[in-house]
Nanobody, 120 residues
Framework: QVQLVESGGGLVQPGGSLRLSCAAS????????MSWYRQTPGKERDLVAD????????NYADSVKGRFTISRDNAKNTVYLQMNSLKPEDTAVYYC?????????????WGQGTQVTVSS
């Protein structure tokens, strides 16, 4: 059974930091591109950052470049999102995503989301 379990969300003041974690199980983690998305009410879910395989390339939304860092630990089946210099506009539900194409089949999994609120 595939599971993606996010943690680390919460309330933080502007300028503060949070680190989100996503623990994965039920699939071969090292072969999946791992991503973080975020969503606010009434809006689409947007890509924040991803860490692709093979190659280990990272990609960030323009709005978070220089402030957020995605990383992964394949030994722990976990992907992280370090968020620094947080702004009120970073407030959203953050979702972990795993995707891969294996023998022509596309696999795409989501976590349940974790709320991040940036407010004074």
């Amino acid at each position: 059974q595939v599971q993606l379990v996010e943690s680390g969300g919460g309330l933080v003041q502007p300028g503060g930091s949070l680190r989100l974690s996503c623990a994965a199980s039920g699939f071969t983690f090292s072969t999946y591109t791992m991503s973080w998305y975020r969503q606010t009410p009434g809006k689409e879910r947007d890509l924040v950052a991803d860490f692709s395989v093979p190659g280990g390339r990272t990609n960030y939304a323009d709005s978070v470049k220089g402030r957020f860092t995605i990383s992964r630990d394949n030994a722990k089946n976990t992907v992280y999102l370090q968020m620094n210099s947080l702004k009120p506009e970073d407030t959203a539900v953050y979702y972990c995503n795993a995707k891969s194409r294996i023998y022509g089949l596309f696999y795409n999994y989501w976590g349940q989301g974790t709320q991040v609120t940036v407010s004074s």
